[in-house]
C-alpha cells in the first residue's frame, strides 16, 4: 500500500480525537447556522445539540437557552454553518477512478491531450491498456471527432481506451479496435454508433452510446482492490467539496460489494444512495425490493437507473426534430417508449424507484408519457425521477407538476454546455434548455447534482450558477437565458432538501433540524449573501457527518483535491 492511500484511509477512519471518541452528546454553538426550513425560506440560528445517536436533538436561536451540562462542546467561532451537501446524481466509481487513470479533462487541444497521452504511457509501461478519459472535442476547437490513428501516434501500440467526458462515446485506438473486433463489417448496434472515416466503412476510432460496449468488454476489468483504492480517493473527494450523501446513478453488483467492504471495514465515511445500473442489478443487489438503509443510514439502494438516450455532445441526445449542426441525425435513442415503459414497470412493480437519463427533448416526452401511463397503474408516493432533463419542449415543461416527477438536474452542465447546445440546437430551440425555473414553477421537485465525473463534485459552484447561469469566467455577462436562474433558497433547497427529498430521505437529510441526522459544513461563505463569483470559490472547512467529524482542511492539507 502506497503512502497516498495510507493517508487516505487513516484520513477517513477518523484520526481527531473527537472522531474517534465513544458516542456522547455534542453541542456545536457559536456558529452564524443557515439551513432551509423546508417551507421555501432559510431559518438562522446560533446552535445546536446532537445527540450519542447522530441526530439532532434540540436547535439553538438568539438567547435561547443551552443546556449546562453535555459531554463534549464544539466552538464554532463564529463560522458559517450549512447542512451537509447532497449530490443527487453522481458516479461514485467513475470518481474515483478518474483519479487513478489518464485525465484529460484539462487538455484544451488535440495536440496536448495527444502529448498528455504519450506522456501516460511512457510512464505506465507495464499497464495492459491506456485507460482514462475526460476529453472533449468541443473544447479543442474541432468540428469532428478524434481518430484512431492520431491515437496510434501517442500509444506506441498499447490498446488504448478513453471515454468522452460525458460518458457516452469512447475513444479506441487502432490496438483496440483490433482486440474488440471492431470492423468495416462491424454494423452499428442499437443504440449506438461506430463512427467512419468519410467516405468509407472503416471505423474512424469512436464509438457512440451502445456502441462502446464493444470494446467496454474487452478491456481490463478493475480488482476489488482496484475497487477499494478507488472508492477511498471518491470520499475524499466529496467530502472535501462538502458532499455528505450521494446518489450513485448505475450501481453494478462489483461497486455495491465495494461500498459493504468498506463499511465492514469502519470506512465509509460519507451516504451513498444506490441506484442499480439495470433492471439485472437491480434485482441482484435488492432482490425483492429496495434494500432498508445500512450502516447507521450510510448505504441504501433504493432503485434503477435506466438509460433512454446519449449525450448532446456526442449527438447521442434524441431529439424531437434534426440536430442543427447535423441535420442527418436526431440522436441515439436506447430504447422505444414500449420497451422503456416495461423496464419501469418491471422496476415499480417490486417498489423500485425509477431514475431514468433522458437529455434531449425527445426523450423527455417519452419518459414523461411512460410515467403518465404508468401512474394510472402504480399508485402512492413513486417519486419518478428524470435524471438530466437538459433539453425539454416548452410544451412539455408543465407535466413535470404532474405524478410526483422529480426533475433531477446539473447546473454547472448549463455553463459548461451553453455553447456547445447553441451549436447543437440552434437559437430557435433554447427555450427549454435547463429550464430549472420553469419546471419548478410547475410544482415538480428540483434535486441538484454534478454528474461527477462528467463535471466535478463542487456544490458551491453548482450553487453559484443556479443563480447567476454565468460560468468561472463571469460570462455571459447577464446570464445565459437568465429568466431559468433560480433565487438562493431554492438553489439551495435543491442541493439539500429537494435532493434528499428525491431519495425519500427527507425525513433524516437535507436540514439542521431537530431529528435530523447532524451532517454539517463549516465553511468560509454565506451562501445567502456571497457574490456568484466568491459564492463559487467557497472554502469547505469541516465536513461533519452523523455528528462526528468526517474531513478537515486543516487535516487533509489540500491533499483530497477534486478533479477538474
Do not use: C
Not at 476529453?135 to 484512431?148: K, S
Not at 453488483?253 to 451513498?272: F, H, N, P
Amino acid at each position: 500500500m502506497n503512502l497516498k492511500i495510507a493517508a487516505a484511509i487513516a484520513l477517513l477512519s477518523g484520526t481527531t480525537a473527537l472522531a474517534t471518541q465513544a458516542r456522547a452528546d455534542i453541542l456545536v454553538d457559536n456558529v452564524e447556522g443557515l439551513t432551509p426550513d423546508g417551507n421555501g425560506g432559510v431559518e438562522r440560528f446560533e446552535g445546536f445539540l446532537i445527540g450519542p445517536d447522530g441526530h439532532i436533538l434540540q436547535v439553538f436561536h438568539k438567547d435561547e437557552k443551552r443546556p449546562k451540562k453535555v459531554d463534549y462542546k464544539v466552538d464554532g467561532k463564529g463560522r458559517i454553518l450549512v447542512p451537509g451537501m447532497i449530490d443527487a446524481h453522481g458516479h461514485v466509481m467513475e470518481t474515483g477512478f478518474a483519479k487513478m487513470t489518464l485525465d484529460l479533462s484539462m487538455a484544451k487541444s488535440l495536440d496536448e491531450a495527444l502529448s498528455r497521452i504519450a506522456a501516460w504511457t511512457a510512464a505506465h509501461p507495464d499497464a495492459p491498456w491506456i485507460l482514462g478519459g475526460g476529453w472533449n472535442q468541443a473544447n479543442w476547437g474541432l468540428d469532428r471527432m478524434p481518430t484512431a490513428a492520431e491515437l496510434d501516434g501517442a500509444t506506441g501500440g498499447k490498446p488504448a481506451w478513453l471515454m468522452r467526458i460525458d460518458g457516452h462515446a469512447g475513444w479506441a485506438n487502432s490496438a483496440a479496435l483490433s482486440a474488440a473486433g471492431v470492423t468495416a463489417a462491424t454494423a452499428d448496434p442499437a443504440g449506438g454508433e461506430i463512427v467512419r472515416v468519410a467516405g468509407s466503412k472503416a471505423p474512424a476510432g469512436v464509438l457512440i452510446d451502445g456502441a462502446t460496449a464493444l470494446v467496454e468488454k474487452k478491456r481490463p476489468k478493475a480488482r476489488p482492490e482496484d475497487a477499494d483504492t478507488a472508492f477511498g480517493e471518491a470520499q475524499l473527494q466529496f467530502l472535501a467539496a462538502g458532499v455528505t450523501t450521494v446518489a450513485d446513478m448505475g450501481t453494478s453488483i462489483e461497486d455495491w460489494q465495494t461500498y459493504r467492504r468498506s463499511a465492514d471495514k469502519g470506512q465509509l465515511r460519507m451516504r451513498v444512495v444506490a441506484y442499480a445500473g439495470g433492471i439485472d442489478a437491480m434485482t441482484l443487489i435488492g432482490g425483492p425490493g429496495p434494500t432498508p438503509w445500512l450502516y447507521n443510514d450510510k448505504l441504501k439502494m433504493n432503485g434503477v437507473k435506466l438509460y433512454l438516450d446519449g449525450a448532446l455532445g456526442s449527438r447521442g441526445a434524441w431529439l424531437k426534430a434534426p440536430y442543427a449542426d447535423d441535420t442527418a441525425t436526431k440522436g441515439l435513442p436506447q430504447m422505444s417508449g414500449t420497451q422503456l415503459g416495461n423496464l419501469m414497470s418491471r422496476a415499480a412493480m417490486d417498489g423500485f424507484q425509477v431514475a431514468v437519463h433522458a437529455i434531449g427533448d425527445e426523450a423527455n416526452a417519452t419518459v414523461l408519457d411512460s410515467i403518465e401511463e404508468l401512474s394510472q397503474t402504480y399508485k402512492g408516493d413513486r417519486r419518478w425521477r428524470i435524471e438530466h432533463a437538459q433539453i425539454v419542449d416548452p410544451a412539455d415543461i408543465p407535466r413535470f407538476g404532474r405524478n410526483g416527477t422529480i426533475a433531477s438536474m446539473q447546473p454547472q452542465h448549463e455553463a459548461s454546455d451553453r455553447t456547445m447546445a447553441e451549436a447543437r440546437l440552434g437559437p430557435q430551440r433554447l427555450a427549454g434548455a435547463y429550464a430549472w425555473k420553469s419546471i419548478a414553477a410547475t410544482g415538480a421537485k428540483l434535486a441538484f447534482g454534478s454528474d461527477t465525473p462528467v463535471e466535478p463534485a463542487h456544490p458551491f459552484e453548482g450553487l453559484a450558477v443556479a443563480i447567476s447561469r454565468t460560468g468561472a469566467d463571469g460570462q455571459p455577462t447577464g446570464g445565459w437565458q437568465p429568466q431559468e436562474s433560480l433565487p438562493r433558497e431554492a438553489a439551495l433547497a435543491a442541493y439539500t432538501t429537494g435532493a434528499a427529498y428525491s431519495l425519500f430521505a427527507e425525513d433524516r437529510l437535507g436540514r439542521i433540524a431537530k431529528g435530523m441526522r447532524a451532517d454539517f459544513l463549516f465553511v468560509d461563505q454565506d451562501p445567502m449573501t456571497a457574490d456568484p463569483q466568491v459564492l463559487r470559490g467557497t472554502k469547505v472547512l469541516e465536513t461533519w457527518i452523523g455528528g462526528r467529524l468526517a474531513w478537515s482542511a486543516a487535516q487533509d492539507g489540500g491533499k483530497a483535491g477534486v478533479r477538474r
